[in-house]
């Protein structure tokens, strides 16, 4: 029987809806939603050109060898993670997108230094997520997160030097990869991680939390600069009579009597600094004006039993417990590492790197070993390390 014009029409329009609706679906298919860290806000925040970023070398003394090739746009994102109790709540985090670049691209995870004031992140500030920044302007997807308590989080601190914080930040990646494919941007498989100081713990916790709860993704190669890993204390240790960062010093306690409920604060930190605490860490003040508020003399500061009897007073067992428990000497690695330790670190000695080095060298994990003979602890005497990371990161391209 011969068709009809208008039957023929509607045959044709059948055919067209279901290959539209096979073509949809496969979209849908490819950007299904994550199942951890998905992205429930998002705003741009512009694009930055590579002549600004090249710009910002001096201030930062970044070495002239490095030039950013691309212009990088910039997004704030909110996403869904686990606070250390495992509750559901939103963390936030930067993400940077090379611009002009026709090709998959591979994702680069850029966990930055001890911070204490809640805005003084990437998400707020673009500038601040240098290492996202950087990768960005020479060809990866930069990610660059605040880290939980910083930024738009809604936990009401940073829970510093805790493992919790590896799924923190592999949440995150999990949800620029889905955010990536929502905007039509191609990802290649691989995953890299570079850390700094407090950064380097953080990446390897992203470490110690895939070993334990596998995803869809592995990292396939890591730079930590200046980190550490083992949070427990040596029995020939002894702290400084003078403190470099006062802040930095009880910020470690302060959060980790928090997080566990300990009730030992009082134990640690002497009067009148004690009752200062929550004041000081309500995450409107930096670490310099924290350290105005308090002495550099560690008599003056910390008990005398903290100071003499840590090691035997049984009232600093649940504390040495915490600690043992967020201590990441032994993590199993996925991937290759290269580690970068100054000899003249003031505040990251350099012997975690080593003994770091050591643990992972024998479990089989291929790793690499730098140590400079200059740098204080600062990223300005490190910044020539992390152009370093970004050009051995190539090889695993």
């Given at each position: 029987?011969?068709?009809?014009?208008?039957?023929?029409?509607?045959?044709?329009?059948?055919?067209?809806?279901?290959?539209?609706?096979?073509?949809?679906?496969?979209?849908?298919?490819?950007?299904?939603?994550?199942?951890?860290?998905?992205?429930?806000?998002?705003?741009?925040?512009?694009?930055?050109?590579?002549?600004?970023?090249?710009?910002?070398?001096?201030?930062?003394?970044?070495?002239?060898?490095?030039?950013?090739?691309?212009?990088?746009?910039?997004?704030?994102?909110?996403?869904?993670?686990?606070?250390?109790?495992?509750?559901?709540?939103?963390?936030?985090?930067?993400?940077?997108?090379?611009?002009?670049?026709?090709?998959?691209?591979?994702?680069?995870?850029?966990?930055?230094?001890?911070?204490?004031?809640?805005?003084?992140?990437?998400?707020?500030?673009?500038?601040?997520?240098?290492?996202?920044?950087?990768?960005?302007?020479?060809?990866?997807?930069?990610?660059?997160?605040?880290?939980?308590?910083?930024?738009?989080?809604?936990?009401?601190?940073?829970?510093?030097?805790?493992?919790?914080n590896g799924k923190v930040l592999l949440d995150m990646v999990?949800?620029?990869?889905?955010?990536?494919?929502?905007?039509?941007?191609?990802?290649?498989?691989?995953?890299?991680?570079?850390?700094?100081?407090?950064?380097?713990?953080?990446?390897?916790?992203?470490?110690?939390?895939?070993?334990?709860?596998?995803?869809?993704?592995?990292i396939d190669a890591s730079v930590i600069i200046a980190g550490y890993f083992d949070l427990e204390r040596d029995d020939n240790f002894s702290i400084p009579q003078r403190l470099v960062r006062p802040s930095w010093a009880i910020y470690h306690p302060y959060v980790i009597n928090r997080t566990y409920n300990l009730n030992i604060i009082d134990k640690i930190i002497r009067e009148p600094y004690v009752n200062m605490l929550d004041d000081l860490f309500d995450g409107e003040k930096e670490a310099l004006v924290i350290d105005n508020s308090l002495t550099t003399y560690t008599h003056q500061l910390f008990t005398p039993e903290y100071l003499n009897e840590y090691s035997t007073l049984s009232i600093f067992d649940p504390y040495k417990d915490a600690i043992k428990e967020n201590s990441l000497l032994d993590t199993k690695l996925s991937g290759d590492i290269l580690l970068i330790h100054s000899m003249e670190d003031e505040i990251v000695p350099y012997s975690q790197s080593e003994n770091f080095y050591a643990s992972v060298i024998s479990s089989g994990t291929k790793a690499e070993l730098i140590l400079l003979e200059k740098g204080k602890h600062n990223i300005q005497d490190y910044v020539g390390a992390v152009v370093d990371a970004l050009d051995w990161l190539k090889n695993y391209e």
């Open positions: 029987m011969r068709l009809q014009h208008t039957d023929l029409r509607n045959s044709i329009l059948v055919i067209f809806l279901l290959l539209f609706g096979a073509c949809d679906d496969a979209v849908q298919e490819a950007c299904k939603e994550p199942e951890n860290g998905k992205i429930v806000n998002y705003t741009s925040k512009g694009v930055l050109p590579a002549d600004y970023i090249n710009s910002l070398k001096p201030s930062l003394g970044v070495p002239d060898s490095f030039s950013a090739k691309y212009d990088v746009k910039v997004y704030s994102v909110d996403y869904e993670t686990t606070d250390p109790n495992g509750n559901v709540v939103i963390a936030s985090g930067a993400v940077y997108y090379p611009q002009d670049l026709d090709e998959p691209l591979s994702l680069l995870s850029g966990q930055h230094g001890l911070t204490i004031k809640r805005s003084e992140v990437a998400s707020l500030i673009p500038v601040y997520g240098y290492l996202g920044l950087f990768g960005a302007s020479i060809g990866y997807v930069g990610i660059q997160p605040d880290y939980l308590g910083l930024g738009n989080s809604t936990f009401p601190y940073y829970p510093v030097y805790q493992k919790s999990e949800g620029v990869q889905a955010f990536s494919c929502e905007n039509d941007i191609e990802l290649n498989e691989n995953l890299f991680v570079i850390g700094y100081s407090n950064g380097g713990y953080n990446s390897i916790a992203m470490h110690d939390e895939l070993s334990k709860n596998p995803r869809t993704f592995d």
